[in-house]
């Protein structure tokens, strides 16, 4: 995949926030290193540290269902597979033995124009690591969610989960599920969800 910005590591370095996250998540591990499950992505994994009311109060949820279960949040908001890649690549789950990784990755690679098989490619390359850097570790895959930003990027997202859905129908250590079901009313997107 030489040439695939999807599959290449990238970091945010130059982003003071992006630096000081990936800092505090190396310093955090050290401190947490008996976590049972990892979320691991993007906004909408890091989503789950808000709590601003009401539109933006996550931490009900977290306290619900993953408080008590040495759950570590490794959601970066903007990242791409290319920056989930370097992430890895660069300690975030380096001495951890979880259980389980929820990985919720790629809305951004297609939101950037990016296609649904140099995406495929870039969540292919994340599971690959994922197993070389956890291989006792379960993963649960989780489907592009639905958005309105363009009928294309919604088209594109489609391909993608297809394609996941097939690819990890099998897989050991895998399960592929997609939940886009729950944010549509009617075929179209609830936006009272939001």
């Known amino acids: ?65 993953y408080h008590g279960r040495k759950t570590l949040n490794l959601g970066f908001g903007g990242d791409t597979t290319a920056h989930v890649l370097w992430r890895l690549d660069h300690g975030e789950v380096d001495g951890l033995h979880p259980r389980a990784v929820v990985l ?31 291989p006792q570790t379960s993963i649960l895959l989780l489907g592009l969610l639905p958005s309105e930003v363009s009928p294309a990027k919604s088209a594109t997202d489609a391909a993608v989960n297809r394609y996941l859905a097939r690819r990890y129908e099998s897989e050991p250590k895998v399960v592929y599920l997609d939940v886009r079901s729950v944010f549509l009313l009617d075929g179209r997107l609830n936006t009272a969800l939001f």
């Open 104 to 134: 919720l990755i790629g809305t951004n690679n297609t939101a950037r124009g990016q296609s649904a098989e140099d995406t495929s490619r870039g969540i292919d390359a994340v599971i690959e690591r994922l197993h070389q850097k956890l």
């Open 1 to 65: 995949d030489k040439g695939n910005p999807a599959t290449t590591p990238a970091d945010r370095l130059q982003e003071q926030w992006w630096a000081k996250r990936h800092s505090a998540v190396l310093e955090r591990l050290q401190a947490e290193r008996d976590a049972e499950l990892i979320l691991l992505g993007d906004s909408i994994t890091q989503n789950y540290e808000k709590a601003i009311p009401p539109d933006e109060d996550f931490q009900p949820t977290w306290q619900r269902f």
